[in-house]
């Protein structure tokens, strides 16, 4: 791509996020179910479905809501990930779950399939969910913060994650769980800016906030792939972590631990 292409690109990228920024504000500032407001600001189609979507809402299903999401999500280009992906992930479970697992984006099963956490590293989770949440993976809902797969499964930039998290918010809004359980450093900072790092972080009661009336517990923990990596005592201490980290959970739930 000459350069002129790429700097072409990256203001373009710059203009679709300050635009969804401003309506972000302004959707907050004003009352969130209130959007005669600022409606004289939707000039594309992503940002009429995003208006579409909060001014019809009440009125739907949950499955309705998130079948509504995941249209907006499959013709989504508001970054240039939608031009290498095969399938969008928007996330699977069950929207009545108490517990949401949030990883940082599709891997290249993901992106084959269209489904999250189907690797290796997604069997460890299902694993977790089975023998020691004592569930099954249709019992929780797993997403990830952005919907199509970075290339070579690098980290999720700043403008991807800016144009995406939208999605995951809306999702978080229509599951509302209990405990929120972000899976690795990734999803931990892009879900909560404010806490960097998973090994000092993991295991401690923190909030998400989405609006005055939507505020969330959240208990971040490792992801499933930093699980498999190191010498076996690296692995075997890695696992108690877990462990402790997913009775707190447990106690969050009023599950028998
Ligand atoms: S990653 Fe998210 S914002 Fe980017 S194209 Fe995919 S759905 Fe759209």
Redesign the pocket.
């Known amino acids: 791509m000459e350069l002129v292409e790429v700097y072409k690109q990256i203001i373009l990228e710059i203009k679709n996020n300050l635009k969804y920024y401003q309506n972000d504000d302004i959707n907050f500032i004003f009352n969130e179910n209130d959007n005669s407001k600022f409606k004289f600001l939707s000039s594309d189609k992503e940002t009429q479905d995003k208006n579409t979507f909060k001014s019809n809402d009440n009125n739907l299903s949950k499955e309705s809501k998130m079948d509504k999401i995941n249209a907006q ?1 499959m013709r ?7 031009k290498i ?1 095969n399938n ?1 992930v928007l996330g699977e479970g069950s929207l009545n779950s108490e517990i949401m697992f949030i990883g940082e ?1 599709p891997g290249e099963n993901e992106d084959l399939t269209g489904r999250p956490f189907v690797g290796k590293a997604g069997e460890l989770l299902v694993k977790i969910i089975e023998n020691v949440l004592k569930l099954k993976r249709e019992d929780v809902y797993m997403a990830n913060i ?3 797969r970075p290339p070579g499964n690098r980290n ?1 930039n700043d403008l ?1 994650v800016s ?2 998290i939208n ?1 995951l918010h809306e999702q978080i809004k229509i599951i509302n769980p209990k405990i929120i359980v972000p899976l690795g450093s990734v999803a931990l900072s892009r879900l909560l800016p404010r806490y960097n790092g998973i090994t000092k972080n993991r295991g401690r009661e923190m909030k998400l906030i989405l609006s005055r009336e939507d505020i969330y517990d959240v208990i971040p923990t490792y992801h499933p792939s930093y699980l498999l990596r190191g010498s076996q005592s690296e692995i075997n201490k890695k696992k108690r972590e877990v462990w402790e980290d997913i009775k707190k959970i447990m106690k969050k739930l009023n599950m028998l631990i």
């Open positions: 999500v989504c280009k508001k970054c240039s990930l939608y992906r969008t984006g952005v919907k199509c999720p991807e144009a995406c999605y």
